[in-house]
């Protein structure tokens, strides 16, 4: 009776290989998401106080406005291109922030939280990083807000996917992945 060599067991865990990972469900993408409104929240005030002190500086009427007493609104409204130029800036602001977020780690603060990780949806082609491109990040935000504003017909489309993918998921090929849990 000859011994022939075993040939080694595979090192590879279930964890090693990304496309094992579980994609990340409904509740716990909108828990994170929960999480990450806090930070929006704090960027969207920094950007409309950086606007405001920009109009300003470049048109002193707008402070005039505000601080004149006796008016029925003290409330500053734009109008007209303003208003669009605002807005972009706003949408610009945020979408560079979770695309940073994506680009660097793949995970915002809330996504850390809940162990969640957003990464390319076919990760097996060579030479791709399992990382979002910025192309990807640029399409996920300029999708995910309208289909999330929709009633949430994104996380409603997501329980019904058979893969569990979102609408942003998809039109950006990416995914959002459940971590394990570090012991």
């Given at each position: 009776?000859?011994?022939?060599?075993?040939?080694?067991?595979?090192?590879?865990?279930?964890?090693?290989?990304?496309?094992?990972?579980?994609?990340?469900?409904?509740?716990?993408?909108?828990?994170?998401?929960?999480?990450?409104?806090?930070?929006?929240?704090?960027?969207?005030?920094?950007?409309?106080?950086?606007?405001?002190?920009?109009?300003?500086?470049?048109?002193?009427?707008?402070?005039?406005?505000?601080?004149?007493?006796?008016?029925?609104?003290?409330?500053?409204?734009?109008?007209?291109?303003?208003?669009?130029?605002?807005?972009?800036?706003?949408w610009l602001c945020l979408a560079l922030f979770y695309?940073?977020?994506?680009r660097r780690s793949g995970q915002t603060l809330g996504?850390?939280?809940?162990?969640?990780?957003?990464?390319?949806?076919?990760?097996?082609?060579?030479?791709?990083?399992?990382?979002?491109?910025?192309?990807?990040?640029?399409?996920?935000?300029?999708?995910?807000?309208?289909?999330?504003?929709?009633?949430?017909?994104?996380?409603?489309?997501?329980?019904?996917?058979?893969?569990?993918?979102?609408?942003?998921?998809?039109?950006?090929?990416?995914?959002?992945?459940?971590?394990?849990?570090?012991?």
């Amino acid at each position: 009776m000859s011994a022939t060599p075993q040939q080694p067991q595979s090192s590879t865990t279930p964890t090693d290989d990304p496309l094992s990972l579980p994609v990340a469900r409904p509740l716990r993408r909108i828990a994170a998401l929960v999480y990450d409104l806090f930070l929006l929240a704090a960027i969207s005030l920094a950007y409309a106080a950086l606007f405001f002190m920009v109009q300003v500086y470049t048109d002193g009427s707008a402070a005039a406005q505000i601080l004149t007493p006796g008016q029925e609104t003290t409330r500053l409204e734009y109008e007209g291109p303003l208003r669009y130029l605002f807005l972009f800036g706003w949408w610009l602001c945020l979408a560079l922030f979770y695309s940073w977020c994506w680009r660097r780690s793949g995970q915002t603060l809330g996504m850390k939280t809940w162990h969640l990780r957003l990464e390319q949806l076919d990760t097996a082609s060579p030479g791709t990083s399992p990382r979002a491109s910025w192309r990807q990040c640029l399409i996920r935000s300029l999708v995910a807000p309208p289909v999330l504003l929709g009633a949430g017909l994104s996380y409603a489309y997501c329980l019904f996917n058979p893969e569990g993918h979102c609408l942003h998921d998809l039109c950006s090929q990416t995914r959002v992945v459940v971590l394990p849990k570090e012991e």
